[in-house]
């Protein structure tokens, strides 16, 4: 069977150097760095769910590229099955981890790096199709994790690419030779490729003639000679740095998102991982389908996940305060329940509406209208959520004292009596919930939740152009009985 144990996860991370700075200071362990752990301690539960026998249907699954059980991360949907079962793995793994599972990002550039090179090769004679195979292949066998790269700085809008000053504001191809192709340029925005093993790299865009060296697409290991990493440092940052236990924090273990800037100072990678090279009418194609994928995937599932956990923390403080027959926080709970299911039957929809694409590929990808609808439907339903969780939660989620207060021999009886609201709820279990709900309403979460796999004017911008109302037309018409 090809699953890692978590802690030979862990072990193999010790042997990847990547070249990480955060807050100006240069960070030599990823394991032992409180910041960076949280996305270690992420991706290592992927590895224990996949061997826990309660958890194992979700995790897994048969892959018939290596016939054998592969984490569900390092899979290819091949039937609307796998698509739904995709679905409620991101679902679970919200829920579970409170934050980003990292490796949703390269999961979901699978498929759409597999249905392309396999569109290439078809159409063009290339040999990028049996190159990724072969590479997906060792990720599945060798279990590993692989994070994903789209996002560009980008020159300014106003200017096409070729017009800007600086050329490397989109990644680009410096140099090919017969070994392979030298790169320059960053990704931002990027979740937590650092604690993963692989990159897969694709165009944020798409690129036209005279663009050839923009389009490009390619697995790199993420500690490839001439690659930094430059994290992102947040006010949660520097309160998990200088936290003494971390019960003190909204999420102990698993943090919030963490990501950062990668940057490739012309990195070499051989051709046997490169699966795009200058066929830029392809880059549109990599893109959007990479886009199809993701965006069920934060429209239906993990924010699904997400608001699971909102709902539980509110619920617990309703309780706690006593407030169990309050009508306004029961149909505040109600709305919350309905945003969260209508999220999640968004995201059923795209995955059980699936096809294969293109035809021929074996790649199934969820439907595309459903998709794009899930994902602009979640960005306000999250923020509404939000909005509701602060309601419930009250001002104490932005003016709680800290929970080490709680350890402090002056003022810990103070805080025990005030904080408890007279209930059977201790201060702690108070303020632990509260924390929580700081995490999520004050956090990092809902910007990231508009902008994820694309802010909404792209979601628009696409369903503008695959909305097809020609049914609804002939509806009218039929009813009408309008004879053209």
């Known amino acids: 069977m090809s699953l890692m144990t978590p802690e030979q996860f862990e072990e193999s991370l010790k042997d990847i150097k990547p070249r990480i700075f955060m807050n100006g200071k240069k960070i030599d362990n990823i394991l032992t760095n409180k910041v960076t752990r949280t996305v270690v301690e992420a991706n290592k539960a992927s590895y224990e769910w996949a061997l826990d026998p309660e958890y194992k249907n979700i995790m897994t699954c048969h892959s018939p590229l290596i016939n054998d059980t592969v984490n569900r991360y390092t899979?290819?949907?091949?039937?609307?099955?796998?698509?739904?079962?995709?679905?409620?793995?991101?679902?679970?793994?919200?829920?579970?981890?409170?934050?980003?599972?990292?490796?949703?990002?390269?999961?979901?550039?699978?498929?759409?790096?597999?249905?392309?090179?396999?569109?290439?090769?078809?159409?063009?004679?290339?040999?990028?199709?049996?190159?990724?195979?072969?590479?997906?292949?060792?990720?599945?066998?060798?279990?590993?994790?692989?994070?994903?790269?789209?996002?560009?700085?980008?020159?300014?809008?106003?200017?096409?690419?070729?017009d800007w000053e600086d050329p490397y504001l989109s990644l680009k191809i410096v140099d090919k030779n017969k070994d392979g192709?030298?790169?320059?340029?960053?990704?931002?925005?990027?979740?937590?490729?650092?604690?993963?093993?692989?990159?897969?790299?694709?165009?944020?865009?798409?690129?036209?003639?005279?663009?050839e060296d923009y389009a490009v697409a390619f697995a790199t290991p993420v500690d490839a000679e001439g690659i930094t990493y430059v994290c992102q440092y947040t006010?949660?940052?520097?309160?998990?740095?200088?936290?003494?236990?971390?019960?003190?924090?909204?999420?102990?273990?698993y943090g919030q998102r963490e990501t950062s800037m990668v940057i490739f100072d012309n990195v070499f990678v051989p051709w046997e991982r490169v699966f795009h090279c200058g066929e830029y009418q392809y880059s549109v194609k990599l893109v959007t389908r990479f886009a199809r994928t993701h965006?069920?995937?934060?429209?239906?599932?993990?924010?699904?996940?997400?608001?699971?956990?909102?709902?539980?923390?509110?619920?617990?403080?309703?309780?706690?305060?006593?407030?169990?027959?309050?009508?306004?926080?029961?149909?505040?709970?109600m709305e919350m329940v309905v945003l969260r299911e209508t999220s999640r039957a968004c995201g059923l929809a795209a995955a059980y509406n699936g096809g294969e694409e293109p035809k021929g590929s074996g790649v199934f990808l969820p439907d595309e209208l459903m998709g794009n609808v899930s994902k602009l439907n979640v960005a306000n339903a999250f923020w509404r959520v939000m909005a509701l969780a602060g309601d419930i939660g009250g001002g104490l989620i932005v003016t709680m004292p800290s929970l080490r207060d709680l350890k402090t021999p002056?003022?810990?009886?103070?805080?025990?009596?005030?904080?408890?609201?007279?209930?059977?709820?201790?201060?702690?279990?108070?303020?632990?919930?509260?924390?929580?709900?700081?995490?999520?309403?004050?956090?990092?979460?809902?910007?990231?939740?508009?902008?994820?796999?694309?802010?909404v004017m792209a979601q628009k911008i696409m369903l503008q152009r695959v909305i097809d109302y020609d049914h609804d037309k002939w509806i009218a018409k039929r009813t009408l009985n309008i004879k053209d």
């Open 181 to 211: 192709i030298v790169v320059k340029g960053a990704k931002i925005n990027i979740s937590g490729a650092f604690a993963s093993h692989y990159i897969n790299v694709l165009p944020q865009a798409a690129h036209y003639k005279g663009e």
């Open 235 to 253: 006010p949660n940052s520097a309160e998990r740095e200088q936290a003494e236990d971390m019960e003190e924090l909204g999420n102990p273990l």
């Open 295 to 333: 965006r069920m995937t934060c429209g239906g599932t993990c924010k699904v996940g997400f608001m699971n956990q909102i709902i539980g923390a509110c619920k617990l403080l309703q309780e706690y305060k006593g407030l169990d027959k309050a009508g306004h926080i029961n149909e505040e709970l």
């Open 75 to 162: 899979h290819v949907s091949a039937s609307v099955d796998d698509l739904v079962a995709k679905a409620q793995a991101g679902t679970f793994t919200a829920e579970m981890l409170g934050t980003c599972i990292y490796r949703c990002v390269g999961y979901d550039s699978f498929h759409s790096l597999y249905a392309t090179t396999w569109e290439m090769d078809k159409e063009l004679g290339t040999e990028y199709h049996p190159r990724f195979l072969e590479y997906l292949k060792m990720v599945q066998k060798e279990d590993l994790s692989v994070a994903g790269a789209l996002t560009e700085a980008r020159g300014s809008r106003k200017q096409k690419t070729l």
């Open 410 to 455: 002056e003022i810990q009886e103070y805080v025990k009596e005030y904080l408890s609201f007279g209930s059977d709820a201790s201060a702690e279990n108070v303020m632990k919930v509260t924390k929580l709900l700081q995490n999520w309403t004050a956090g990092l979460h809902g910007v990231g939740t508009w902008h994820g796999a694309g802010p």
